[in-house]
């Protein structure tokens, strides 16, 4: 397929990347988020399928079930747009390749952009926000929003033009060299190493609890500090992921968290 769009085709590409915002608009648990799909494939659908008998086919085509990262929904949507064009072009395509393909991109796009934009960007921005906060800062929640919402709307619509320009290749060819696998990598490594490194500075857990042998004062933070610097905000960290594993809802564990600090507060633990 040829890099350069013509007037229509940019014309579709910026209909997919503004409707893909309301993918989760009828968001349920039957089909996720198959409705918002096919609404935002509408345009292509219109330009496309030239018949209103086409147009209720391909409708039910992107009505089964999808679930993606939003914030790069809009390669897959690029992607099935090229494949209807394709399609209308050559009858002899069979169309239910389109789904298959859908379907086939909603795990590796998810492992990249859930890593990137949930495990990374999101915790930078909270990051650097939350610590401007805490200052007073009116930039705290300014730069929260930037720096995630920045680098999120530049790679949402460029994922537009790529899907649509690349077209069915991208999965035989990604596949082969094996550039899923290396990015999905990449990306979890990132996100697993920011979250990691960031317990120490976003996670405080002191120990206030003090007692006298003799003519010396143990305080206990020394004693944990001595041990491993930063230990306690670790195990809680662990403790509260441990919990959300086995099913323990997050509500519960932010409610534990506020009464063990509440509590040990009062009897001067913490």
Same mark, same amino acid.
């Given at each position: ?43 292509? =659908? ?25 914030? =790069? ?50 915790? *930078? ?28 709307? *530049? *790679? ?23 550039? *899923? ?8 490594? =990132? ?80």
């Amino acid at each position: 397929m040829s890099n350069v769009m013509k007037s229509d085709e940019k014309k579709l590409i910026n209909q997919l990347f503004w409707r893909s915002f309301a993918l989760e608009g009828s968001f349920n648990y039957e089909k996720m988020q198959a409705l918002g799909f096919a609404w935002a494939m509408f345009p292509a =659908i219109k330009l496309y399928c030239k018949t209103p008998q086409e147009q209720v086919e391909a409708l039910k085509r992107h009505t089964a079930f999808f679930n993606i990262t939003p914030n =790069i929904c809009t390669f897959s949507l690029g992607m099935a747009a090229s494949m209807e064009k394709e399609y209308a072009e050559k009858k002899d395509m069979d169309p239910s390749t389109i789904n298959a393909v859908k379907v086939s991109l909603m795990g590796p796009l998810s492992g990249i952009g859930d890593s990137f934009f949930w495990g990374t960007f999101r915790v *930078i921005a909270a990051g650097v926000g939350i610590s401007l906060a805490q200052q007073g800062s009116i930039l705290g929640p300014i730069l929260f929003l930037l720096l995630f919402n920045v680098p999120h709307l *530049i *790679i949402r619509y460029y994922c537009t033009i790529w899907g649509y320009q690349l077209g069915s290749k991208f999965i035989q060819t990604s596949y082969e060299n094996g550039l *899923i696998q290396h990015m999905t990598k990449l990306a979890t490594v =990132i996100g697993l190493t920011t979250v990691g490194a960031m317990i120490a500075t976003m996670v405080t857990f002191n120990v206030g609890f003090t007692a006298q042998i003799g003519e010396t004062t143990l305080v206990l933070q020394e004693v944990f500090d001595q041990i491993m610097p930063k230990i306690l905000p670790l195990l809680l960290t662990l403790g509260a992921f441990g919990a959300i594993r086995k099913g323990v809802k997050v509500n519960t564990v932010i409610l534990a968290i506020f009464a063990f600090g509440l509590i040990g507060t009062l009897i001067g633990l913490l």
